[in-house]
């Protein structure tokens, strides 16, 4: 986990496309961590994190954010949905 969360600091901070694509896999990994242990609240704070950098998110997980969006009564829920992006909404119907 460590690791992940450096990858994201490192490859926002250098930019370049190798050093984003490895951010963006580090993130949707972090994602779907968070997803698979139902951690909700940190899960929506990563989907955040993923949108913000373009990756693909795979429709299940799509569907646990906004699943927990809805149930959560903050604010702060909904303008991470909101925040939506058209690449981002480029997802593949892969499970695990």
Request: aromatic share 2%; charged share 30%.
């Amino acid at each position: 986990m460590r690791d992940l969360k450096r990858t994201i600091r490192l490859g926002l901070s250098a930019g370049g496309s190798a050093g984003l694509a490895s951010a963006r896999e580090s993130a949707v990994a972090l994602l779907e961590h968070s997803v698979r242990k139902e951690h909700e609240r940190l899960a929506l704070l990563r989907l955040g994190d993923a949108i913000r950098m373009g990756a693909n998110i795979r429709a299940d997980v799509w569907r646990y954010c906004e699943a927990v969006a809805n149930r959560r009564p903050d604010v702060v829920s909904r303008a991470i949905l909101a925040m939506r992006l058209p690449a981002a909404t480029n997802t593949t119907e892969q499970t695990r």
